[in-house]
């Protein structure tokens, strides 16, 4: 088994007496995708400020490459290759693809006053790019904003792997999709699998998380409550561990009682 990219050990985070995060390892390899589980309120979200550099933790450590880290900021974890692509995208609606493909990353030509846009070169890298993940869209000019769900999560999949992350985390991004546009978004994971990136994909549904998933991580109230590769995995093991377990076959039994 190959040496970690990522490594989480112990992670913890506290807010004043509020325990949000207490105890988390993690390990994130290149060419695997990690699923991260939980119920609303199980921590994933800390999680994901840890790791993206929005959130210090205040226990535990986070290496990469088996150096130990400090993320101090979003712009900290994307330069050390860490990319979070977020369920709300941050995207500008009504400006093309390729423009927002490079945002706030523009390619120029020339120097001083003569110094402009880069148009032509960023719109055949963005359709390359594209093409490349496997994105077979109509035209890079069209608004972004036109594209379904599962095609602006595809493309923020695209940008962040150009840009040369070595570990994509992916928050929710089939929440608000439905089944198609789910298939789409999944497929891109695992795209991103085979060109040697370690994915982390955060959700709380099981069925989209068994058909990528190469380990399990599932959070409870801001603790590990499982933790295993996909041949110990089931979607029955998964959802009893979110649903509570035990104290879900004992309230069962306390509401049959009654």
């Known amino acids: 088994m190959s040496a970690p990219i990522l490594s989480l050990t112990g992670v913890g985070k506290t807010h004043g007496n509020v325990i949000s995060l207490a105890g988390v390892d993690l390990a994130v ?11 609303n309120g199980a921590g994933k979200s ?4 840890i790791i993206s550099g929005n959130h210090a933790p205040t226990s ?16 900290h974890a994307l330069e050390r290759g860490i990319a979070t692509v977020y369920q709300d ?11 927002n493909f490079f945002l706030g990353q523009e390619l120029t030509r020339g120097r001083g006053p003569l110094r402009r846009l880069d148009i032509a070169r960023m719109r055949e890298i963005t359709r390359r790019e594209l093409a490349g993940m496997g994105i077979d869209l109509r035209d890079v000019d069209q608004p972004i904003g036109t594209l379904s769900g599962g095609e602006r999560q595809s493309v923020a999949i695209a940008r962040a792997v150009y840009f040369g992350a070595r570990i994509l985390m992916l928050d929710e ?4 999709l439905g089944v198609k546009q789910s298939a789409i978004v999944l497929r891109h994971i695992r795209r991103a699998r085979e060109r040697g990136l370690g994915v982390i994909f ?13 380990r399990f991580l599932v959070l409870g109230r801001g603790r590990t409550i499982g933790s295993f590769p996909r041949a110990e995995a089931s979607i ?20 049959d009682r009654d």
């Not at 955060?202 to 190469?214: C, F």
């Open 173 to 176: 991004p089939t929440a608000a």
């Open 89 to 99: 995208l941050a995207v500008v609606p009504l400006m093309p693809i390729w423009r």
């Open 29 to 39: 390899r290149a060419g695997e995708v990690t699923c991260v589980l939980g119920d």
């Open 60 to 75: 535990g450590e986070l290496a990469i490459d088996g150096e130990t880290v400090r993320l101090t900021s979003p712009r």
């Open 46 to 49: 800390t999680l994901i400020g």
């Open 236 to 255: 029955e093991r998964i959802t009893a561990l979110m649903a509570g377990g035990d104290e879900l076959d004992e309230l069962l039994e306390e509401l």
């Open 202 to 214: 955060i959700t709380h549904n099981p069925r989209h998380a068994m058909p990528v998933a190469d």
